[in-house]
């Protein structure tokens, strides 16, 4: 039976520690609804209440879209290992770019990355589990570590080239804000 708190409580930011992947979902008014797949380390726990996440260059920037159109962002834990359980966190979010000082305080926070492009800020308002028993029992096996070869291989002045080609709209064609616009 799924059941909802006002706060994330102590055992389930131990369970976020652990956790591998995270998904998280975001839509505008209109247009295409995005669920991303994230990994590496770029999910904290602020407080009972909020959390942070580094947004890493990826081929699209549907996330920093939409939240700017429309705040709301659901994030969504997997158990795929040990006790099985589903943890989706609500609430309303902000996108911090390089150019925001809030950017580089959190920051401070995630290993070092080439690629982070933003850093999403949640409040989170409801916090739901459920039991997550149909989800499969998997292995961790490593990292892949593609993203960060790709983005130390392109550098800093290539990085930004690409985010100027690729991910300054969304696929609906919603301004990302990433160059400052």
């Not at 708190?5 to 979902?25: A, C, N, R, S, Y």
């Not at 505008?28 to 904290?44: C, L, M, Q, Y």
């Not at 290992?81 to 920051?107: C, M, N, W």
Request: glycine share 6%; hydrophobic share 40%; charged share 25%.
């Amino acid at each position: 039976m799924a059941k909802q708190l006002d706060h994330i409580t102590t055992p389930l930011q131990e369970f976020i520690k652990k956790q591998k992947m995270f998904f998280v979902g975001t839509a505008a008014e209109t247009g295409s609804i995005n669920v991303s797949p994230k990994g590496t380390d770029s999910f904290r726990v602020i407080d009972k209440n909020k959390i942070v996440w580094m947004n890493l260059t990826g081929s699209g920037n549907e996330t920093a879209a939409h939240l700017i159109l429309n705040n709301r962002m659901t994030i969504m834990f997997c158990a795929f290992e040990e006790s099985p359980l589903i943890l989706r966190l609500y609430g309303t979010a902000k996108v911090f770019h390089k150019r925001d000082d809030a950017f580089h305080s959190y920051a401070k926070l995630f290993p070092e990355h080439i690629g982070a492009r933003q850093i999403i800020e949640m409040q989170v308002d409801m916090v739901q589990t459920s039991c997550g028993f149909a989800v499969p029992l998997m292995d961790f096996k490593a990292e892949r570590g593609m993203l960060d070869k790709w983005s130390e291989k392109k550098g800093k002045d290539e990085i930004e080239q690409y985010w100027e080609d690729k991910n300054t709209k969304s696929i609906d064609g919603f301004d990302t804000n990433i160059l400052g616009e």
